[in-house]
């Protein structure tokens, strides 16, 4: 079965900072791995996805993740970090042969100025 | 234009009650979903339709059922409303492959009282 792992429910940085969010995928098969954000009271909107054409995807604002298969992980990365982050992040897995997704837990993003 | 839109927004209602959430999307997507989130932010899907034909079921209580009119259009009915049933629901949408990006809806917020 597949699934991700969000390790960390909180992450507090500072404005300008190196923003770090970490997920970790198990799939037995090559995985579709997808990063949304849901700001407050609103819908997901997705940040970026990967789909096997490239290991480091760029998404929307100015959010990049790197797929690691030897690390079985998909973790998101800023280098500096905007108050306007602040939002809820969920990692997600794409289901082999279906239609579905596999939510994490998700990672709430605090950024101080 | 709203890609994929949801009615009602907020909606606060009795034990007991019987209640429908609406869902349009016109991405002219083939695949729609409900997804469940929870007070805890966890994400979990419950149905998805394809063409108007029922493909995930994913042991939602039969209170709830989800109608398909046409493949534009998934509503949710959910009948006998329980306390535990307090989430916020979201419809999306996507093209009908694995690994497509799913498209969500602004939410629903449902309270029971």
């Known amino acids: 079965a597949q699934s991700v792992t969000q390790l960390g429910s909180h992450v507090s940085v500072s404005e300008g900072a190196l923003v770090l969010l970490r997920c970790n995928y198990s799939?037995?098969?090559?995985?579709?791995l997808f990063w949304y954000v849901q700001y407050p009271n609103q819908g997901l909107q997705l940040l970026l996805k990967y789909t096997s054409a490239a290991t480091l995807v760029k998404g929307i604002n100015g959010f990049e993740a790197e797929f690691k298969k030897s690390e079985t992980s998909f973790h998101l990365t800023k280098p500096s970090a905007h108050m306007s982050d602040a939002a809820e992040y969920f990692c997600?897995?794409?289901?082999?042969?279906?239609?579905?997704?596999?939510f994490g837990t998700g990672t709430r993003l605090q950024v101080f100025p | 234009d709203t890609a994929v839109s949801q009615t009602p927004k907020y909606l606060v209602t009795q034990m007991g009650n019987d209640k429908s959430i609406k869902c349009e999307q016109n991405l002219g997507h083939d695949t729609m979903y409900w997804y469940k989130q929870d007070s805890k932010k966890f994400l979990k899907i419950m149905f998805s339709y394809n063409n108007k034909e029922l493909i995930i079921n994913e042991t939602v209580p039969n209170r709830f059922s989800p109608k398909s009119p046409d493949k534009a259009h998934l509503n949710l009915h959910i009948n006998s409303l329980e306390l535990g049933d307090s989430a916020v629901y979201f419809c999306?949408?996507?093209?009908?492959?694995?690994?497509?990006?799913?498209?969500f809806g602004e939410g629903s917020w449902l309270t029971v009282v």
């Open positions: 999306a949408s996507s093209p009908r492959k694995s690994g497509n990006t799913i498209y």
């Open positions: 997600a897995v794409g289901v082999a042969n279906t239609d579905k997704l596999i």
């Open positions: 799939s037995s098969v090559p995985p579709y």
